[in-house]
């Protein structure tokens, strides 16, 4: 009877110790988890600050560069329209939109689209220049002509050249002959499709250019 009790008291004690063993490592992964939990924590709270910080950092770009932004854009739009438009918002997104008599003018031709979007790329130039306290080295427009009539492609070089006294060189990718009248200096980029060649010129004389691809201001 004795040994009888005493194979159950041990055998109790040993799943006693058993339980006490599997406590200790429960408890020991519990408080592994409570420091994950705690650098979780500190995580998000690091996220939370700092999504308010660019938050606040977000809304003064808007407040400071906007106005200047859509100023130069309607100067811009001003000169290549001949006045037909003169201003442009831009939205808290930056999106530009077009302002015909008071209202806001959402749906434009392709053309006046380019246009906008045109000045648009200038003003965010120009305004880079001006923050940056001298004039850039270099603007690059490709294509920028390709929807707009032959009024409005001379005053897109009419402007260029004022920029000029903002950027030190000024080169436009285009294909279209008439444009290489409007600049100082031409580039042109001959394919040859037969060879697969390709010719790279400076031509002092624009006119004698047929195959016009680069034009320097």
């Known amino acids: 009877m004795a040994r009888l009790q005493r194979v159950r008291v041990e055998g109790d004690l040993g799943t006693k110790q058993a339980l006490v063993t599997r406590t200790k490592q429960q408890l020991i992964e519990y ?11 500190e995580e998000l709270l690091t996220l939370e600050e700092t999504d308010t910080f660019l938050t606040e950092f977000r809304r003064h770009v808007n407040a400071s560069i906007r106005p200047r932004l ?4 309607s100067e811009f739009i001003s ?9 442009v918002e831009v939205g808290t997104d ?3 939109t077009v302002i015909d008599d008071g209202e806001s003018k959402p749906i434009i031709s392709g053309g006046e689209e380019d246009i906008l ?7 965010l130039s120009q305004m880079l220049a001006e923050r940056a306290g001298h004039s850039f080295s270099l603007l690059i427009l490709d294509e920028v002509f390709g929807s707009l009539d032959e009024q409005r492609r001379t005053n897109v070089l ?7 006294t903002r950027f ?3 080169l436009i990718i285009t294909h279209l002959d008439d444009v290489k009248e409007g600049v100082r200096h031409v580039v042109y980029i001959d394919f040859n499709e037969a060879s697969g060649e390709v010719a790279l010129g400076v031509v002092a004389n624009v006119a004698e250019v047929d195959d016009l691809a680069v034009v320097n201001l």
């Open 94 to 96: 930056f999106a530009p």
């Open 79 to 87: 000169d290549l329209t001949d006045g037909r438009y003169t201003t």
């Open 158 to 164: 009419v402007l260029l050249e004022k920029l000029s």
């Open 70 to 73: 859509a100023e130069i854009a």
């Open 117 to 123: 979007n045109l000045c648009m790329r200038l003003a």
């Open 168 to 170: 030190e060189q000024i």
């Open 31 to 41: 408080q592994v988890r409570v420091r994950d939990l705690e650098k979780l924590r």
